[in-house]
């Protein structure tokens, strides 16, 4: 089946630590996204990449950073200059089109120990 | 400045009854899309139906529709029959389709429980 697979489902990090996010979509998507979610608040854009080796900042894009080595991974690393971590963080993927639909994951809940 | 305002931050509807939910959109860019997205406990979001601006008819997808009134620029989600299933969180977003935007701008939501 295609889909999107984002783990762990839940990561705890320690203070200081940076922590990755692993997001990997077998759609054959071009487009590729990261979205942070807060209790309480829409979705938040941090990183998007369109094409494979190329990424463009979101809304909230500090403390955050991403790779693109492959059409398939988009793996988000939380560094420690994140100050608040804490929240639901889910990949998206698309097609290039501007009314293409985003296929999401089940997401990774990040905790701070 | 792009905005997407979702007025019900919870909604109760009874079990086979039809329910709205209600999204209002801001833009001066003529050409735009409208998306409303399924949440449900499980955490993934699930697309449930597309409006772009220009489009003639009301979009539909089984039991959802979508009530498009670009004067009042709005985008109500109708939900038919509701199902038990259809507690969720509901988010309406809205993509600029001009140049190469990739940014979706997102409601805060609405949290709908389904009476048995």
């Known amino acids: 089946d295609g889909g999107i697979t984002q783990s762990p489902k839940y990561l705890f990090r320690k203070e200081g630590q940076n922590v990755t996010l692993s997001c990997e979509q077998n759609?054959?998507?071009?487009?590729m996204y990261w979205y942070r979610q807060d209790p309480g608040q829409g979705l938040r854009l941090i990183y998007y990449s369109q094409i494979v080796n190329d990424f463009q900042k979101g809304d909230i894009a500090e403390g955050y950073s991403v790779s693109r080595e492959k059409k398939e991974s988009f793996p988000l690393t939380v560094t420690s200059a994140q100050k608040n971590p804490t929240a639901f963080y889910l990949c998206a993927s698309s097609n290039q089109g501007a009314n293409e639909k985003l296929f999401f994951g089940s997401g990774t809940q990040l905790s701070v120990l | 400045a792009q905005k997407i305002t979702q007025t019900q931050p919870g909604m109760f509807v009874q079990e086979k009854e039809a329910v709205t939910l209600d999204c209002t959109y801001d833009?001066?860019?003529?050409?735009?899309?409208l998306f409303w997205y399924k949440q449900p406990s499980s955490g993934e979001m699930i697309f449930l139906i597309y409006?772009?601006?220009?489009d003639q008819q009301n979009a539909t997808e089984g039991r959802y529709s979508l009530n498009f009134q670009k004067a009042r620029k709005s985008a109500n989600l109708v939900i038919s029959a509701s199902q038990l299933g259809d507690s969720a969180m509901y988010f309406c977003?809205?993509?600029?389709?001009?140049?190469?935007?990739?940014?979706?701008?997102w409601g805060l939501g609405t949290s709908l429980a389904v009476n048995p």
């Open positions: 833009t001066s860019d003529p050409s735009y899309g």
């Open positions: 977003a809205m993509r600029e389709v001009a140049g190469n935007n990739r940014k979706l701008i």
């Open positions: 759609l054959n998507h071009d487009a």
């Open positions: 409006q772009g601006s220009y």
